[in-house]
């Protein structure tokens, strides 16, 4: 079974703290990706990898920042958090061009 | 900006009826389709792909493609009430790109008992 796991399941930070969310996939998937889920708004693509080191962003990268250091591992960082980017962050990861699978979900709440 | 489009709903069927729902997207050159399926509170999880023109049928799940028409819909049979959830659309837009799929927003559908 695709393993998908995201650490921080439930965060609470203060406006301007940095946040790192942590993802680890085990099926030596080349890509990784970062969504954000909001009601009415659907999934939106924040940041993808498709190589250790490479990064592309997607359709809102503003406020946040990634890292691939490891082909297992994809992180998200919010330099300075903001209470707009309280929502639902969703890691994902695929073998080249098929499914993807996506992990459990962090509920990040900015106060 | 290319996109994928689903009614929001909610849907409502009766146990037992067909749900039908509908997704389209604005790329011509779109080679993969895919329905996701989430509960409230959890992540999606994929229940089917589509490739080609016409009908895949799954269980009590049935794609339907028509890349003339840029659509796609997913027919459940014998609705459920565990069928109950957001059914998510993507479409893998950028052909050949890492990026892959982009989503609709989602249909939310009940099953009454």
């Known amino acids: 079974d695709v393993k998908v796991t995201q650490s921080s399941r439930y965060l609470v930070k203060r406006t301007g703290e940095k946040v790192f969310l942590e993802c680890v996939q085990d099926?030596?998937?080349?890509?990784m990706f970062w969504y954000r889920q909001d009601p009415g708004l659907g999934l939106r693509l924040i940041y993808f990898s498709y190589d250790v080191k490479m990064k592309e962003k997607g359709d809102i990268p503003e406020g946040y920042s990634v890292s691939r250091e490891k082909k297992e591992r994809f992180s998200l960082i919010l330099e300075s958090a903001s209470t707009n980017q309280t929502s639902m962050y969703l890691c994902a990861s695929s073998h080249r061009g098929n499914t993807i699978y996506f992990g459990e979900g962090s509920w990040l709440t900015v106060v | 900006q290319k996109e994928v489009e689903q009614n929001s709903g909610p849907l409502s069927v009766p146990e037992g009826a067909i749900a039908s729902l509908n997704c389209t997207y604005s790329d011509r050159v779109s080679q993969s389709f895919f329905w996701y399926r989430q509960y409230s509170g959890k992540s999606p999880e994929l229940i089917m792909s589509?490739?080609?023109?016409g009908d895949k049928e799954d269980g009590r799940f049935t794609a339907q493609l028509n890349k003339a028409s840029q659509y796609v819909s997913l027919l459940i049979r014998d609705s459920q009430p565990s069928d109950s959830a957001t059914y998510l659309c993507?479409?893998?837009?950028?052909?050949?790109?890492?990026?892959?799929?982009?989503f609709g927003s989602g249909t939310q559908l009940t099953v009454l008992p």
């Open positions: 589509i490739y080609s023109n």
């Open positions: 993507a479409v893998n837009l950028y052909a050949g790109s890492a990026r892959q799929l982009t």
């Open positions: 099926m030596d998937h080349e890509n």
